[in-house]
């Protein structure tokens, strides 16, 4: 329902938006969800003659969990769950550079997270929840690796094997104002993205150099952002329930300035650390949402929903690597129980394509660029209640 989830989390899949949901179930449950991504708007275009789609297209993105009420405790719920939590890949091949060269540029980071889960029914009315997380992040990346300009100082620079472990936690709770009502509020906090130990090579042949490998890389600055989520459930019929959110994401913290810190160079007479700060232009965003729940027979619903966000990057700090312009979703599904115990869903999501122009001086691309994003995906679901 295009992230109306805030009233409606009730699945072990909620530990990952409003954790209180998962007190909802008097049974044990697992959830899992199978998602194909296709980023096929995203594009990259600028006054040096480039007009690439990024080769980083498709995606399949998983996630699971499972929550269960205590035996000697019924109103207590706990619960595990493993997330695809997020991630971007930009890949751009032969780009058009302002040296007079032709290169790569590549951009890869993954997000995943491991999350134990407690959820409390205070009363008949009212559900609270908190999960910690353990997140996982790696990352690969490449600017221009075959490229090196002695008149600018300009190395192209190749970073592999970044990863790292951070730490990070969501609370929330539900309310039901009434028989028909909903309220959920939710909080996560920001999960920083930690990228180190990993080795990079630059590129300094036209400084008589050559190319030179530093054994330590790491990048500091990016995360996700955290987020603050309010939002409202309405049955307004036995077959018809609505609802909205609206969420905050501190954009401006998570994809602020960033730097790339490289040591321990194996080349005598190379520079033997380099510390290069770029700015990602984030800005705190809020995001809105609708959605709906259709109840066809005893079996079978359809749901669909609209979510709006805003401007996540400042305009001038755009680039082929932080091309994060989305702000529509168009999404609809159908669940629907197979068998006593096992339910499906299917669902499609659809971002419609968005451009934007500017001139960013942070990398060597020519006075004017354009950006364009837009992707669809599926969802598949299956949940199993004990």
Not at 176 to 182: K, R, S
Not at 304 to 326: C, D, F, R
């Amino acid at each position: 329902m295009a992230g109306t989830d805030m009233g409606f989390s009730g699945d072990p899949l909620s530990i990952n938006n409003n954790t209180a949901g998962i007190a909802i179930s008097k049974q044990a449950q697992f959830s899992t969800v199978i998602e194909p991504v296709f980023m096929n708007g995203i594009r990259h275009a600028d006054s040096l003659n480039n007009d690439d789609r990024s080769g980083n297209d498709r995606a399949i993105l998983i996630s699971s969990a499972w929550s269960t009420p205590l035996e000697n405790h019924s109103d207590i719920t706990v619960g595990l769950g493993f997330f695809a939590q997020g991630g971007v890949g930009f890949d751009y091949t032969n780009l058009n550079t302002a040296f007079g060269t032709t290169d790569d540029l590549t951009a890869m980071f993954g997000v995943f997270r491991l999350a134990p889960a407690i959820a409390w029914n205070v009363n008949d009315k009212l559900r609270i929840g908190f999960s910690g997380s353990i997140n996982y992040s790696q990352a690969e990346q490449e600017i221009f690796p075959n490229t090196s300009d002695a008149g600018s100082g300009f190395a192209g620079l190749e970073i592999e094997d970044l990863s790292g472990v951070s730490y990070a936690w969501r609370a929330g709770l539900q309310y039901d104002i009434n028989e028909q009502l909903t309220l959920g509020i939710a909080y996560g906090s920001d999960t920083k993205l930690v990228l180190k130990n990993g080795n990079a090579t630059a590129n300094f042949e036209a400084m008589g150099l050559g190319r030179v490998k530093y054994n330590s890389a790491k990048i500091d600055g990016l995360s996700l952002p955290s987020e603050l989520g309010i939002g409202l459930a309405w049955q307004v019929s036995p077959q018809l329930t609505l609802g909205a959110d609206f969420n905050y994401y501190r954009w401006r913290k998570a994809l602020g300035k960033v730097s790339t810190t490289l040591s321990e160079a194996q080349t005598t007479g190379a520079p033997d650390s380099i510390k290069l700060t770029n700015d990602f232009g984030g800005q705190n965003q809020f995001a809105r949402s609708i959605g709906a729940k259709f109840k066809l027979n005893d079996q079978t619903q359809i749901t669909a929903g609209i979510n709006h966000l805003g401007n996540i990057i400042k305009h001038g700090y755009e680039s082929p690597l932080n091309n994060l312009l989305a702000k529509w979703h168009f999404t609809a599904g159908v669940n629907h129980e197979i068998a006593p115990h096992w339910e499906t869903s299917i669902g499609y999501v659809y971002v419609p394509k968005i451009k934007r122009q500017y001139t960013n001086t942070q990398l060597p691309l020519g006075s004017d660029a354009e950006e364009t994003c837009g992707a669809h995906w599926f969802a598949f679901g299956l949940t199993y209640t004990w």
